[in-house]
Protein backbone atom coordinates (compact mmCIF):
# COMPACT_ATOMS: atom_id res chain seq x y z
CA UNK A 1 0.00 0.00 0.00
CA UNK A 2 1.88 3.27 -1.23
CA UNK A 3 1.62 6.26 1.22
CA UNK A 4 1.03 8.63 -2.15
CA UNK A 5 -2.07 7.47 -3.96
CA UNK A 6 -2.39 7.32 -8.06
CA UNK A 7 -5.10 6.21 -10.31
CA UNK A 8 -3.89 2.67 -12.34
CA UNK A 9 -4.60 3.65 -15.28
CA UNK A 10 -5.32 6.48 -17.49
CA UNK A 11 -5.68 7.06 -21.25
CA UNK A 12 -5.64 9.78 -23.51
CA UNK A 13 -6.13 10.27 -28.02
CA UNK A 14 -3.29 12.54 -29.21
CA UNK A 15 -3.00 16.08 -29.16
CA UNK A 16 -5.52 15.84 -25.94
CA UNK A 17 -4.63 17.00 -22.52
CA UNK A 18 -4.59 14.62 -19.84
CA UNK A 19 -3.57 15.07 -15.96
CA UNK A 20 -2.76 12.60 -13.55
CA UNK A 21 -3.70 13.02 -9.65
CA UNK A 22 -1.03 11.72 -6.74
CA UNK A 23 -2.78 12.19 -3.24
CA UNK A 24 -1.32 12.05 0.13
CA UNK A 25 -0.97 13.42 3.44
CA UNK A 26 -0.29 16.12 5.53
CA UNK A 27 3.05 14.52 6.51
CA UNK A 28 4.12 14.30 3.00
CA UNK A 29 2.50 16.22 -0.23
CA UNK A 30 1.02 18.84 2.12
CA UNK A 31 4.66 19.86 3.97
CA UNK A 32 6.95 19.40 0.63
CA UNK A 33 7.22 19.78 -2.84
CA UNK A 34 6.09 17.03 -5.60
CA UNK A 35 8.42 15.17 -8.11
CA UNK A 36 7.26 12.99 -11.32
CA UNK A 37 9.04 10.72 -12.73
CA UNK A 38 8.51 8.75 -16.31
CA UNK A 39 9.24 5.42 -16.50
CA UNK A 40 9.23 3.16 -20.09
CA UNK A 41 9.15 -0.76 -20.29
CA UNK A 42 12.48 -1.98 -18.83
CA UNK A 43 14.06 1.74 -18.41
CA UNK A 44 15.26 3.66 -15.42
CA UNK A 45 12.63 6.33 -14.71
CA UNK A 46 13.60 9.90 -15.67
CA UNK A 47 12.79 13.14 -13.46
CA UNK A 48 9.68 15.06 -15.69
CA UNK A 49 8.80 17.49 -12.77
CA UNK A 50 10.66 18.96 -9.75
CA UNK A 51 9.49 20.94 -6.78
CA UNK A 52 6.01 20.74 -8.06
CA UNK A 53 6.75 22.89 -10.66
CA UNK A 54 9.93 22.65 -12.24
CA UNK A 55 11.21 20.84 -15.05
CA UNK A 56 14.79 19.35 -15.71
CA UNK A 57 16.40 21.16 -18.81
CA UNK A 58 15.44 18.57 -22.02
CA UNK A 59 11.93 18.28 -20.71
CA UNK A 60 9.22 19.86 -22.96
CA UNK A 61 6.70 22.81 -21.56
CA UNK A 62 3.89 20.10 -22.50
CA UNK A 63 4.99 18.89 -18.60
CA UNK A 64 3.17 20.81 -16.25
CA UNK A 65 3.17 20.26 -12.21
CA UNK A 66 0.80 21.51 -9.44
CA UNK A 67 0.16 21.16 -6.49
CA UNK A 68 -2.98 22.07 -3.94
CA UNK A 69 -3.20 20.88 -0.12
CA UNK A 70 -2.53 17.38 0.16
CA UNK A 71 -2.47 16.72 -3.81
CA UNK A 72 -0.44 17.32 -6.55
CA UNK A 73 -0.91 16.98 -10.81
CA UNK A 74 1.15 16.07 -13.43
CA UNK A 75 -0.06 17.11 -16.71
CA UNK A 76 0.60 16.62 -20.60
CA UNK A 77 -0.96 18.56 -23.16
CA UNK A 78 -0.68 18.28 -26.86
CA UNK A 79 -0.68 14.21 -25.84
CA UNK A 80 1.39 12.37 -27.64
CA UNK A 81 2.41 8.60 -28.82
CA UNK A 82 5.62 8.33 -27.35
CA UNK A 83 4.40 9.87 -23.80
CA UNK A 84 3.16 6.19 -23.01
CA UNK A 85 4.38 5.24 -19.91
CA UNK A 86 3.97 4.65 -16.12
CA UNK A 87 4.44 7.58 -14.50
CA UNK A 88 4.89 7.97 -10.73
CA UNK A 89 4.80 10.72 -7.75
CA UNK A 90 6.90 11.19 -5.15
CA UNK A 91 8.23 13.74 -2.16
CA UNK A 92 9.09 13.16 1.30
CA UNK A 93 7.58 12.16 3.89
CA UNK A 94 7.87 13.39 7.26
CA UNK A 95 6.44 10.86 9.47
CA UNK A 96 8.54 8.14 7.49
CA UNK A 97 11.43 10.07 7.59
CA UNK A 98 11.91 8.88 4.03
CA UNK A 99 10.96 9.16 -0.11
CA UNK A 100 7.27 8.36 -0.85
CA UNK A 101 6.33 7.22 -4.13
CA UNK A 102 2.99 6.69 -5.47
CA UNK A 103 1.91 3.48 -6.67
CA UNK A 104 2.05 4.84 -10.19
CA UNK A 105 -0.14 5.64 -13.27
CA UNK A 106 0.26 3.66 -16.58
CA UNK A 107 -0.60 5.85 -19.59
CA UNK A 108 -2.17 4.74 -22.49
CA UNK A 109 -2.08 6.94 -25.87
CA UNK A 110 -5.37 5.53 -27.71
CA UNK B 1 29.53 13.34 -18.71
CA UNK B 2 27.69 12.14 -15.64
CA UNK B 3 27.17 8.39 -15.02
CA UNK B 4 25.69 6.31 -12.44
CA UNK B 5 26.95 2.15 -13.03
CA UNK B 6 25.36 -0.34 -10.45
CA UNK B 7 27.09 -3.94 -9.84
CA UNK B 8 26.77 -6.63 -7.66
CA UNK B 9 23.07 -8.00 -8.57
CA UNK B 10 22.92 -11.87 -8.14
CA UNK B 11 21.12 -14.91 -7.54
CA UNK B 12 21.11 -15.45 -3.69
CA UNK B 13 19.75 -17.89 -1.15
CA UNK B 14 17.16 -16.43 1.89
CA UNK B 15 18.88 -15.51 4.69
CA UNK B 16 21.78 -14.63 2.66
CA UNK B 17 23.85 -10.99 1.99
CA UNK B 18 24.92 -9.40 -0.78
CA UNK B 19 26.57 -5.61 -0.98
CA UNK B 20 25.67 -3.72 -4.10
CA UNK B 21 27.90 -0.84 -5.69
CA UNK B 22 27.17 2.24 -7.71
CA UNK B 23 30.36 3.66 -9.28
CA UNK B 24 29.80 7.64 -10.37
CA UNK B 25 31.40 9.46 -13.12
CA UNK B 26 31.42 13.01 -13.83
CA UNK B 27 30.84 14.63 -10.80
CA UNK B 28 31.98 14.11 -6.54
CA UNK B 29 29.41 11.77 -5.02
CA UNK B 30 29.48 13.59 -1.73
CA UNK B 31 28.42 16.88 -2.64
CA UNK B 32 25.45 15.72 -4.30
CA UNK B 33 22.17 13.34 -2.27
CA UNK B 34 22.23 9.50 -3.04
CA UNK B 35 19.56 7.13 -3.39
CA UNK B 36 18.88 3.36 -4.12
CA UNK B 37 15.32 2.49 -5.42
CA UNK B 38 14.11 -1.01 -6.18
CA UNK B 39 11.27 -1.86 -9.10
CA UNK B 40 10.07 -5.91 -8.01
CA UNK B 41 8.95 -7.54 -11.35
CA UNK B 42 5.82 -5.59 -12.64
CA UNK B 43 5.41 -3.29 -9.12
CA UNK B 44 6.06 0.33 -8.89
CA UNK B 45 9.00 1.96 -7.76
CA UNK B 46 10.04 1.76 -3.85
CA UNK B 47 12.22 4.10 -2.34
CA UNK B 48 14.90 1.85 -0.10
CA UNK B 49 17.76 4.31 1.43
CA UNK B 50 19.68 8.07 0.71
CA UNK B 51 21.84 10.10 2.01
CA UNK B 52 22.26 13.61 2.25
CA UNK B 53 25.17 15.72 1.01
CA UNK B 54 25.43 18.26 3.10
CA UNK B 55 26.25 16.00 6.71
CA UNK B 56 26.00 12.56 5.46
CA UNK B 57 23.21 11.24 7.11
CA UNK B 58 21.89 8.58 6.03
CA UNK B 59 17.54 7.29 5.88
CA UNK B 60 16.38 3.80 5.01
CA UNK B 61 12.50 2.52 4.66
CA UNK B 62 11.17 0.98 6.77
CA UNK B 63 10.92 -2.14 4.85
CA UNK B 64 14.98 -2.66 4.85
CA UNK B 65 15.40 -1.03 8.40
CA UNK B 66 17.78 -3.05 10.46
CA UNK B 67 19.02 -5.66 7.23
CA UNK B 68 20.07 -2.90 4.46
CA UNK B 69 22.73 0.06 5.04
CA UNK B 70 23.58 2.51 2.37
CA UNK B 71 27.03 4.20 2.78
CA UNK B 72 29.33 5.70 0.06
CA UNK B 73 33.22 5.85 -0.23
CA UNK B 74 34.34 8.80 -1.56
CA UNK B 75 37.81 7.81 -2.43
CA UNK B 76 35.88 5.38 -4.65
CA UNK B 77 32.89 7.71 -5.32
CA UNK B 78 31.36 4.99 -5.06
CA UNK B 79 28.09 4.33 -3.25
CA UNK B 80 27.18 0.97 -1.25
CA UNK B 81 23.84 -0.95 -0.20
CA UNK B 82 24.79 -3.78 2.26
CA UNK B 83 21.94 -5.96 2.28
CA UNK B 84 21.66 -8.58 4.66
CA UNK B 85 19.01 -11.07 5.67
CA UNK B 86 17.63 -11.00 2.52
CA UNK B 87 13.86 -12.48 1.66
CA UNK B 88 12.14 -13.24 -1.38
CA UNK B 89 10.33 -9.80 -1.36
CA UNK B 90 13.72 -8.16 -1.89
CA UNK B 91 13.89 -9.53 -5.55
CA UNK B 92 13.56 -6.12 -7.79
CA UNK B 93 15.61 -3.96 -9.76
CA UNK B 94 17.91 -1.80 -7.70
CA UNK B 95 19.11 1.46 -8.89
CA UNK B 96 21.53 3.92 -7.89
CA UNK B 97 19.76 7.65 -8.43
CA UNK B 98 21.33 11.03 -7.34
CA UNK B 99 19.79 14.32 -6.69
CA UNK B 100 21.74 17.50 -8.11
CA UNK B 101 19.08 20.05 -6.05
CA UNK B 102 20.51 19.89 -2.99
CA UNK B 103 19.66 18.07 0.04
CA UNK B 104 16.40 17.00 -1.79
CA UNK B 105 16.86 13.06 -1.77
CA UNK B 106 13.89 12.67 -3.50
CA UNK B 107 14.37 14.86 -6.80
CA UNK B 108 16.50 12.02 -8.30
CA UNK B 109 17.38 13.37 -11.77
CA UNK B 110 20.55 11.09 -12.09
CA UNK B 111 19.78 7.43 -12.75
CA UNK B 112 21.84 4.22 -13.50
CA UNK B 113 20.39 1.09 -15.65
CA UNK B 114 20.28 -0.89 -12.34
CA UNK B 115 21.10 -4.26 -11.25
CA UNK B 116 19.17 -7.31 -10.37
CA UNK B 117 18.62 -9.12 -7.44
CA UNK B 118 16.89 -12.62 -6.96
CA UNK B 119 16.66 -13.54 -3.63
CA UNK B 120 15.22 -17.73 -3.83
CA UNK B 121 16.41 -20.89 -2.91
Known amino acids: QSVLTQPPSASGTPGQRVTFSCSGS????????VNWFQQFPGMAPKLLIHHTYQRPSGVPDRFSGSKSGTSASLAISGLQSEDEADYYCATWDDRLRGVAFGGGTKLTVL | EVQLVESGGDLVQPGGSLRLSCAAS????????MSWVRQAPGKGLEWVAGVRASDGIDFHADSVKGRFTISRDSSKNTLFLQMNSLRAEDTAVYYC??????????????WGKGTTVIVSS
Open chain 2, 97 to 110: AESTYGNYIESMDV
Open chain 1, 26 to 33: NSNIGMFT
Open chain 2, 26 to 33: GFNISNYA
